[in-house]
């Protein structure tokens, strides 16, 4: 139906695209330490030894572990599997709260401890009126 | 073949559209902003910043869709000889550039209060940024590049690379640990988003097409008008 040149055209075009999603491919994966934007607790359990770098740890408040002090707070991160202390001076955003999702940016004191130098609240992709959370929270 | 996509026929209907597109797009963007800004619930959680949702997501889904119909149409374009693919995608450029901005610059808006951070390099923002950047350099290779047969060639080149970014930009967030959220609507699943909430993301993003849509057929129609005055290039 298409001509000889047409045909050609078309088969080029898919060998430029597979090879650079090949190779885009290969560049994300080998660059994955850095896509990552956080690490979980379980992964600071596994790193093979502490770099006094900066990192930033990700996962959920627990339940009932927020501490203040005047001049500081302390609270746990936790994967469900592992958890982790953080300690922390400074002001956090309006979100940060116990049961929801947070990410600390700071130095590693030993693979229990985390000094947080900056705290971001991390938002969930649920969305709906006060109203009806209340009324699942009845449920 | 495409001999239906004649200029002049082209002219007469286009022409004659933008105003009737105008007039839907002024009726459906006004509901959408009573819906979004009045009549919707705030967040439980968030309170009245998710507001911001109702043009964030909608500039971003725009965004990308024009990405995709850009490549769509300049390999098809490239395949078939066809220069009429090409000036309908280089008259769609310009208003997913302007929506990548805007969700850009809304999202930074919304991180601010919500995050505590303006800007963050996780790889859903990153892979947005990249987007802009690829709009940007698709629009200047249109402006740099006189002769036809190379800015088709390299404008089509331009969309290949950055298309390989879009499902980069909508799975980043479930390959990676991301501090941007997964998506709340889900085609398959259940929608983590409330009804009430639901309705005024459609009709803005209706608004927002509609908006794409006269842009395009302004920015098409002039072309047409280019092509018609030089009198020797024909589509």
Known sequence: MYGKKVKFRFLFIILIFFSLTLSIFLVLKSLEENVVFFKSPSDVKLLAELENKKIRIGGMVKLSSIKMSSDEINFIITDFKNEINVSYSGIVPNLFSEGKGVVAEGYLKDRNFFEASKILAKHDENYMPPEVKSALEDN | MFKFLEPNKIFLITSKATKYVMVLFILVLSIGLVEALVLSPQDYKQ?????????????????????????????????????????????????????????????????????????????????????????????????????????????????????????????????????????????????????????????????????????????????????????????
């Open chain 2, 47 to 235: 309170s009245h910043s998710v507001r911001i949702m109702y043009v964030h997501v909608p500039g971003a889904w725009i965004s990308l869709g024009i990405f995709s119909s850009i490549t769509f149409l300049s390999l098809s374009g490239y395949i078939f000889k066809n220069k009429n693919f090409f000036l309908i995608a280089k008259s769609l450029a310009p208003s997913g550039l302007v929506f990548n901005i805007v969700a850009l610059v809304t999202g930074s808006i919304w991180g601010k209060p919500t995050w505590g951070t303006w800007w963050a390099w996780d790889a859903r923002i990153t892979s947005m940024l990249i987007l802009f950047l690829f709009y940007l350099i698709y629009l200047l290779a249109w402006r740099i590049y006189q002769n036809k047969d190379k800015v088709y060639k390299i404008t089509t080149l331009i969309t290949i690379f950055g298309i390989i970014n879009v499902p980069i930009i909508k799975y980043s967030v479930d390959w990676w640990n991301t501090l941007h959220q997964p998506a709340s609507i889900n085609i398959l699943s259940k929608s983590s988003i409330h009804s009430s909430m639901l309705f005024p993301l459609v009709i803005m993003t209706a608004a927002f097409a509609l908006f794409s849509l006269l842009i395009f057929l302004m920015k098409y129609n002039t072309e047409l008008i280019k092509i018609k005055n030089k009198g020797l290039d024909r589509l």
